[in-house]
């Protein structure tokens, strides 16, 4: 079975930071190129960073440049979002995602795999 599980979220205050963590069953998340993504209340899904299979490199949409870091812990077999200075923008249900392509892509159609999500709010 294939299952991706979200953990971390929560209430930070602004400038504060959460470790957001996607774990696997069924998969080896080495494998695959992982997608982070997130949606606020009434508005549509976006990418906000993914890491590749092939060569590890990583990319961000502008907003979190700087201040998220994707990296990969594959002794866990997990998938790590650290996020800091957030900032009550950042306030949305995030998601991991996993697929198979070369490259890492920002579509949410090109990710077969989805965790449940994880509650991220920013609020003082």
């Known amino acids: 079975q294939l299952q991706l599980v979200e953990s971390g979220g929560g209430l930070v205050q602004p400038g504060g930071s959460l470790r957001l963590s996607c774990a696997a069953s069924?998969?080896?998340?080495?494998?695959?190129?992982i997608g982070w993504f997130r949606q606020a209340p009434g508005k549509e899904r976006q990418g906000v960073g993914c890491i590749s299979r092939t060569d590890g490199s990583t990319y961000y949409r502008t907003s979190v440049k700087g201040r998220f870091a994707i990296s990969r812990d594959n002794a866990k077999n997990t998938v790590v979002l650290q996020m800091d200075s957030l900032n009550p923008e950042d306030t949305a249900v995030y998601y991991c995602?996993?697929?198979?392509?070369?490259?890492?892509?920002?579509?949410?159609?090109?990710?077969?795999?989805w965790g449940q999500g994880t509650q991220v709010t920013v609020s003082s």
């Open positions: 069924g998969i080896t998340l080495e494998h695959y190129s």
């Open positions: 995602a996993a697929q198979t392509y070369s490259f890492c892509s920002g579509d949410a159609g090109d990710y077969p795999y």
